[in-house]
């Protein structure tokens, strides 16, 4: 069973997602919240696998600080965002949502998004066996995160590289965003990506821009862009970013996918 909350402030908004998902029966609807702090408490405190979660609830951007607040969790729900405004929706992709639904919410579209969870929520529960393998190799990171106070912590975690989908380099604050299969974000990594290549010499890992590093088991499809000289970009499995490749990597990067597919 999909454990599943839904939290939205707008009693009817509630009432039609209970009642879409009823039709479901793998899916259940076990918490259901109207409030930031409620939600936070109901994911904290529980093995939800599924949050159906109104962007604008309590105020305009609730949904977004529950996002944040949860991402770094050492196993956060899936979260499929529910917003009236589109525009609210391209924020929501930068906490890895799986997926937003526009109100008033379809049949259709909850189904594509209920799709998406379960395809990913499989995928975790293959990669939690896995991580009782001993020969499965891991990383171990410090990444930036704050305690209940607004501290800033660095605590560590250890990942297996099968669960990174890609690292990004931030030129900013020269750190790296390592993001994860599952939907997790951990920032302010002070690793180089040259660093993390060699770690992953042995891996699936591609260094497609001087700014992004690819597992290439999730790579799904690269493509021209809209723009007028060569530029391309790939989408990845569980995510709904397109990462841009460089030109100088581009034929590399095609025999890299040829050797893997």
Do not use: W
């Not at 009823?22 to 918490?31: C, E, L, R």
């Not at 995160?145 to 020269?174: A, E, F």
């Amino acid at each position: 069973m999909i454990v599943t909350l839904i939290a939205d402030d707008e009693p009817l908004c509630l009432n039609e997602v209970r009642y879409l998902l009823s039709k479901h029966k793998d899916v259940d609807v076990a918490f259901e919240s109207d409030n930031l702090q409620g939600t936070l408490q109901l994911i904290k405190e529980n093995a939800i696998d599924l949050v159906f979660l109104d962007i604008e609830m309590d105020h305009e951007r609730a949904g977004i600080t529950i996002a944040q607040a949860i991402s770094h969790l050492n196993n956060p729900p899936q979260i499929i965002f529910i917003t009236a405004h589109s525009q609210h929706a391209l924020k929501a992709f930068e906490f890895q949502a799986l997926h937003y639904l526009l109100k008033p919410i379809s049949d259709n579209k909850l189904d594509e998004a209920l799709d998406r969870a379960r395809d990913i929520l499989s995928r975790h529960k293959i990669n939690e066996k896995n991580k009782s393998n001993m020969h499965e190799e891991k990383i171990v990171i410090k990444y930036r995160s704050k305690d209940n106070y607004g501290q800033v912590t660095r605590p560590t975690i250890y990942l297996n590289t099968n669960d990174i989908l890609y690292i990004h380099k931030d030129k900013l604050s020269n750190t790296a965003k390592v993001y994860t299969v599952d939907g997790g974000v951990y920032e302010g990594v002070r690793k180089t990506l040259q660093i993390f290549e060699a770690q992953f010499k042995h891996n699936n890992f591609f260094r497609i821009h001087t700014s992004y590093l690819v597992n290439l088991e999730y790579v799904l499809k690269n493509k021209p862009g809209n723009s007028g000289y060569e530029k391309k970009t790939i989408t990845l499995k569980y995510s709904a970013v397109e990462l841009p490749v460089s030109k100088l990597k581009l034929t590399a990067l095609k025999s890299a996918l040829k050797y893997q597919y």
